[in-house]
Nanobody, 115 residues
Framework: QVQLVESGGDFVQPGGSLRLSCVGSAAIFNIYNMGWYRQAPGKERELVSNIVSGGRTHYADSVKGRFTISIDNPKNTVSLQMNSLKPEDTAVYYC?????????WGQGTQVTVSS
């Protein structure tokens, strides 16, 4: 089965930057829709950003202009560059791969934005 492993989460002050990475165990990123979700304590999981196989991207309104999703197919890696971080960005961030009814999830990486 495909495995996704996230990394890059950390404690950062408001206004700082982090880059999250998700490495897959198989070369599927060219056909699966890839996305980043996050879930803050006591809140619902929400879509942060996704990218389809054709390269088209989507961002939640709350992160537009601050976050950038990208894929490195040869390395089976999807990344999320996060700039101008805010306290409300604090959450566990999850990598997702979706194709029809098939979905894979990583275990998550913690991002904490606080002064």
């Amino acid at each position: 089965q495909v495995q996704l492993v996230e990394s890059g989460g950390d404690f950062v002050q408001p206004g700082g930057s982090l880059r999250l990475s998700c490495v897959g165990s198989a070369a599927i990123f060219n056909i699966y829709n890839m996305g980043w979700y996050r879930q803050a304590p006591g809140k619902e999981r929400e879509l942060v950003s996704n990218i389809v196989s054709g390269g088209r991207t989507h961002y939640a309104d709350s992160v537009k202009g601050r976050f950038t999703i990208s894929i490195d197919n040869p390395k089976n890696t999807v990344s999320l560059q996060m700039n101008s971080l805010k306290p409300e960005d604090t959450a566990v961030y999850y990598c997702n791969a979706q194709y029809g009814s098939i979905s894979f999830w990583g275990q998550g990486t913690q991002v904490t934005v606080s002064s």
